[in-house]
């Protein structure tokens, strides 16, 4: 579990609260990887959630950084906008995600640091049923570093400069 430091859940969650009022998201997450600040994309470090929406901060059950579409963003180094998670068997999530979360349709956009290493990424999710991407999503979404949590991440020096994960190796 991270125990993310206070500043930055506070700064990531109001950015987050922004994110999911302007996408209409159940949830929206930031994922780092910074063993030094006791941070791993294994759970989020700061999530915000609509009401009913499970919450993903204590489970660390599916493996994140192994699924196709983190797979594809750290490939392409772009966000991946999904309007139905399970059109595509080649991009979909792992099926606990569906199954324990409601995942239908999702935005998932990588954190890179000055290494190119990709160090998280962040997500606004839909649940119930497979949901169009509307233009409000896309704006959020097209741009590599239109999210402020992405511009926020990508800036901050501790995160910028953090020693690559032993425990999350670089996938290809």
Same mark, same amino acid.
């Given at each position: 579990?991270?125990?993310?430091?206070?500043?930055?859940?506070?700064?990531?969650?109001?950015?987050?609260?922004?994110?999911?009022?302007?996408?209409?998201?159940?949830?929206?997450?930031?994922?780092?990887?910074?063993?030094?600040?006791?941070?791993?994309?294994?759970?989020?470090?700061?999530?915000?959630?609509?009401?009913?929406?499970?919450?993903?901060?204590?489970? $660390?059950?599916?493996?994140?950084? /192994?699924?196709? *579409?983190? =797979? +594809?963003?750290?490939?392409? !180094? %772009?966000?991946?906008?999904?309007?139905?998670?399970?059109?595509?068997?080649?991009?979909?999530?792992?099926?606990?995600?569906?199954?324990?979360?409601?995942?239908?349709?999702?935005?998932?956009?990588?954190?890179?640091?000055?290494?190119?290493?990709?160090?998280?990424?962040?997500?606004? $999710?839909?649940?119930?049923?497979? /949901?169009?991407? *509307?233009? =409000? +999503?896309?704006?959020?979404? !097209? %741009?590599?570093?239109?999210?402020?949590?992405?511009?926020?991440?990508?800036?901050?020096?501790?995160?910028?400069?953090?020693?690559?994960?032993?425990?999350?190796?670089?996938?290809?």
């Amino acid at each position: 579990m991270n125990e993310t430091p206070p500043a930055m859940a506070a700064a990531l969650s109001a950015i987050l609260d922004r994110l999911m009022t302007e996408t209409g998201a159940m949830r929206c997450t930031v994922r780092i990887d910074h063993p030094a600040l006791g941070l791993s994309v294994n759970t989020p470090c700061a999530e915000v959630l609509a009401p009913g929406a499970a919450s993903m901060l204590h489970n $660390a059950s599916i493996d994140h950084r /192994r699924a196709r *579409s983190v =797979r +594809w963003i750290e490939r392409s !180094r %772009r966000p991946l906008l999904q309007e139905d998670v399970l059109a595509d068997p080649d991009m979909a999530p792992p099926p606990a995600l569906v199954r324990e979360f409601g995942t239908r349709s999702q935005m998932v956009a990588p954190l890179i640091g000055v290494d190119d290493y990709m160090f998280g990424w962040v997500s606004a $999710a839909r649940a119930l049923s497979p /949901r169009p991407i *509307s233009p =409000r +999503w896309t704006r959020h979404g !097209r %741009r590599r570093w239109r999210w402020p949590a992405c511009r926020w991440a990508s800036e901050c020096p501790t995160l910028r400069q953090h020693p690559r994960s032993t425990s999350s190796s670089r996938m290809s």
